[in-house]
């Protein structure tokens, strides 16, 4: 029973290390920060981490274990919605403020009190959160202060974009009109300086935010949400991906199964691709080929830039 009760406590603190991390893990940080794999170091580690992603991914947390790195996909890990009146979603931002410096405090001290409604949106003196979701428990509270501070002067920002957790930074520019929650994903919706059009991008991936000394700004021209709505899907495509049945539980959830078969139409390309390099193991064969290609082609950048 005693032992039952250790590996649950060390599953649960690797698991909430890996949700609160940022970006991907290597197993020498497991081993130094995550109670219950003291003294485990080298082969000795690696394996007991691999029993122990194994073990979660079972228990339905898509853990990923790659290239010396281990960590949580937060995309497929949604949670349900909640919803708030005002004075809870207050009350639980002053909780914030009081105990510690984490992301509901950050939107309270932003001026969001109106934090979800189903879609309901209140603007005050700073930009409005239209829905509360999984996103806002993760955001970094100086990001969503920095960014707010933009948007409250229209001045231009500059910031540091992660596009994929195994990818390096990438240095932004943008004149920020808000930030925007759709489906569960919060969003910093403005207009991208370099590329010259409307963007979004995912506010868990923005660090580094600081006001540019360029005096141009260009102002929104239509609602956020639209832009939201136009800019994030992107490319979709028809295609088929093949994976042993009991595996591969994020592809199921947007299309369907027949055998060892997953078939999607119109999902959006850049997700498919990225969740078939997180399951490269177990995947067996992916059409079309130009997909496919782009699966390897990623796969290869992060082995380059494992050595």
């Not at 991914?57 to 290239?67: D, F, L, Q, S, T």
């Not at 207009?191 to 102002?219: H, K, L, Q, Y």
Request: net charge negative.
């Amino acid at each position: 029973m005693a032992e039952d009760s250790a590996v649950n406590q060390r599953l649960t603190n690797l698991t909430f290390a890996l949700l609160g991390s940022p970006r991907p893990r290597d197993y020498d940080w497991v081993g130094s920060h995550v109670e219950g794999y003291e003294g485990r170091t080298g082969p000795t580690l690696a394996r007991q981490l691999s029993r122990d992603i194994l073990t979660v991914r079972r228990a339905g947390v898509p853990a990923r274990m790659e290239n010396g790195l281990v960590w949580v996909d937060k995309d497929a890990y949604e949670l349900p919605a909640i919803e708030l009146t005002d004075a809870e979603a207050t009350v639980l931002g002053l909780a914030g403020d009081l105990g510690s410096q984490g992301s509901l405090g950050a939107f309270a001290r932003s001026g969001w009190t109106k934090l979800a409604a189903s879609g309901a949106t209140r603007t005050f003196d700073s930009p409005s959160l239209d829905a509360l979701d999984n996103d806002v428990v993760r955001l970094d509270a100086q990001t969503v202060k920095n960014v707010t501070a933009c948007v409250r002067g229209n001045r231009r920002m500059v910031f540091d974009y992660l596009p994929a957790p195994l990818a390096e930074p990438q240095r932004r520019v943008m004149d920020p009109w808000g930030i925007v929650a759709v489906r569960g994903r919060a969003y910093v919706v403005g207009w991208d300086v370099e590329r010259g059009a409307e963007r979004a991008f995912r506010a868990t991936r923005i660090s580094n935010v600081r006001a540019s000394r360029e005096p141009d700004f260009t102002p929104p021209t239509r609602p956020l949400r639209q832009v939201v709505d136009d800019v994030v899907r992107g490319p979709v495509v028809d295609a088929v991906v093949s994976i042993p049945p009991g595996r591969g539980a994020e592809l199921e959830a947007r299309g369907t199964r027949d055998g060892a078969s997953i078939t999607f139409e119109g999902v959006e390309r850049d997700w498919l691709v990225r969740t078939c390099v997180g399951l490269a193991p177990d995947v067996e064969g992916i059409e079309p080929a130009d997909v496919r290609a782009d699966v390897i082609a990623l796969l290869e950048k992060g082995a380059e830039d494992d050595r």
